[in-house]
Structures are given as C-alpha cells and as structure tokens.
C-alpha cells in the first residue's frame, strides 16, 4: 500500500500541468542580486534623526541632522558606496558605507565607518523581500553589551527613501529605533 502510494504521488508530480489557464505570477518588486541599489545612485538631501543613549532605559532624546548623501556604483554595480554628510545643533556626522553583494549567498553586507572614528562597524547582512524592502541583521556592542541590529530600506518613491536601524537587548523580541533617515532625490547637477 505505502509502495503504491509513492509510485502516485511521483506520477502526479511528473503529470503535465492541466490545460487550464493559470494567472502569472505577480512580478516581485524586490530588486535583484547585485542591482538591488541601483535606483540608489545619484545624490540625496538627508534628514537623519539618532537616539541619543539608545538601549538605557532613558526617555527619547533625538538629534536632527541635515545634510546629504551621494550614492555612487563600484566594482560593475556589484558594490557601491555612501557618502554621508550632515550636521545639526548636536554636531556633524560624516561616514560611509559600503554595501558589497556576495555572488554566492546572494546576500548584501552594510558595512558603516564613522569618519570621526576611523573603523568600521560590525556589518549587517541581508537583502530585499518580495515587497521591495531590504532587511539587514547582524550584531554589535553597545556599552559593552552584545545586541542584535536590524537595518531597513525603504524605497518610498522613485525620489524618496527611508533607512532606520534599530537595536535589540532581549535577542529580536523588542526593537527600538536609534536611527532613521529620510532621503529626497536632489536633481542631477
């Protein structure tokens, strides 16, 4: 019985499809592989908001920062780099990120370097859901401490993005938002 039971199920899996029409798949929104920023590239009017204090306990303090940032392609498009600059009452941050696609997991890695400190940040790793939206995790330090980092991409618009990170204490049960950008396209000089 078992033995005729098996012998169906793979005679049904190798039948041919029935005639009957079937709609298409939806098409993904998600971008691909190595071109998954490439609607990124150009230049970007960026208003970034930073927990001060994340992860202690304290009410919400944020900074407001004003600036831009210039997304430019590397090695063929499989890599590209942000330049950030912005400033506000609480300083100036200056930084980059490389973003780099690796081929064989056909996952991005988001590699932060604050230009002030000189090293780079522990990367976060990931890419885009069928939606369109990038997700990226990895871990990090903060006060000494060992937390889970969450990065999100949001395409809004052709013209507009949004980037927020979050940290996690408790192992990815609980977010709390530390940084979160608002980029508008500026037009191409």
Excluded: C
């Excluded at 592989?33 to 230049?43: K, M, N, Q, R, V």
């Excluded at 600059?85 to 932060?112: C, H, P």
């Excluded at 809004?156 to 993005?161: F, L, R, T």
Aim: aromatic share 10%; glycine share 12%.
């Amino acid at each position: 019985m078992i033995a005729r039971t098996l012998l169906l199920s793979a005679a049904l899996a190798l039948a041919p499809a029935p005639a009957a029409a079937e709609p298409a798949p939806a098409k993904s929104a998600a971008p691909e592989g190595g071109s998954a920023f490439d609607w990124e590239i150009g230049t970007w009017a960026t208003v970034v908001k930073v927990r001060q204090n994340p992860l202690s306990g304290a009410d919400a303090h944020w900074s407001e920062y004003r600036g831009t940032s210039v997304v430019r392609p590397l090695m063929g498009g499989r890599a590209n780099f942000v330049d950030l600059s912005v400033s506000g009452d609480a300083g100036k941050i200056e930084g980059g990120s490389l973003r780099l696609f690796n081929r064989m997991t056909g996952q991005w890695s988001l590699n932060y370097a604050s230009a002030a400190g000189g090293e780079l940040t522990a990367p976060v790793y990931g890419g885009f859901d069928a939606a369109g939206r990038g997700l990226f995790y990895g871990q990090d330090r903060v006060d000494g401490r060992v937390i889970l980092v969450r990065f999100i991409v949001t395409r809004v618009s052709a013209d507009e993005a949004r980037f927020e990170q979050a940290y996690s204490a408790d192992g990815g049960v609980t977010w709390e938002d530390n940084w979160i950008a608002a980029d508008t396209r500026l037009p191409a000089a």
